[in-house]
């Protein structure tokens, strides 16, 4: 089984760097100095930009998937931590009801790249706008913890 896990994540890490060295050629290419070549490698960047996203959403199932079937078994051999593992799944579940929340209550607006073009679907918006705001709860809780941290260390060492 080992073997089999290490064949996966070597593969995982593979595909990761052909897809980073195919962008990188790409986009050194696509700034070359004969239009007709900048024009094919522009495309060919265009598209790689595509399959980093794809390969990136591959990675994120991936990882989801892996958490979820390691805590399952996790569980079924350790029953006694379980309380732990639904207060985790329910925080997550508060966090991202939150951020969806947010994002319907105040809405989001049409987005100018930095190539110049209007993004205003309003689904990738709103998406988008919840992932940002999953990011924002996650790093204030996570400042939050450390600071709670800090103060429990300095009331215990007062005592």
């Given at each position: 089984?080992?073997?089999?896990?290490?064949?996966?994540?070597?593969?995982?890490?593979?595909?990761?760097?052909v897809?980073?060295?195919?962008?990188?050629?790409?986009a050194f290419?696509?700034t070359?100095?004969?239009?007709?070549?900048?024009?094919?490698?522009s495309?060919?960047?265009?598209?790689?930009?595509?399959?980093?996203?794809?390969?990136?959403?591959?990675?994120?199932?991936?990882?989801?998937?892996?958490?979820?079937?390691?805590?399952?078994?996790?569980?079924?051999?350790?029953?006694?931590?379980?309380?732990?593992?639904?207060?985790?799944?329910?925080?997550?579940v508060?966090?991202?009801?939150?951020?969806?929340?947010?994002?319907?209550?105040w809405?989001?607006?049409?987005?100018?790249?930095?190539?110049?073009?209007?993004?205003?679907?309003?689904?990738?918006?709103?998406?988008?706008?919840?992932?940002?705001?999953?990011?924002?709860?996650?790093?204030?809780?996570?400042?939050?913890?450390?600071?709670?941290?800090?103060?429990?260390?300095?009331?215990?060492?007062?005592?």
């Amino acid at each position: 089984m080992k073997k089999a896990l290490k064949a996966v994540l070597w593969s995982l890490i593979g595909g990761s760097v052909v897809v980073l060295l195919f962008t990188c050629i790409a986009a050194f290419l696509s700034t070359s100095k004969d239009a007709d070549t900048a024009a094919l490698w522009s495309d060919l960047f265009d598209l790689s930009i595509n399959i980093d996203l794809i390969w990136s959403y591959v990675l994120l199932a991936v990882a989801v998937l892996s958490v979820i079937v390691a805590a399952v078994v996790d569980k079924i051999n350790h029953p006694a931590g379980l309380a732990k593992t639904l207060i985790a799944l329910g925080s997550a579940v508060v966090v991202v009801g939150a951020s969806v929340g947010i994002t319907l209550l105040w809405g989001v607006d049409a987005i100018v790249t930095a190539a110049g073009s209007i993004v205003d679907d309003p689904f990738v918006l709103k998406i988008s706008e919840i992932g940002i705001y999953i990011a924002y709860i996650v790093a204030a809780v996570a400042v939050g913890v450390v600071v709670f941290d800090l103060v429990m260390g300095l009331i215990r060492r007062a005592k």
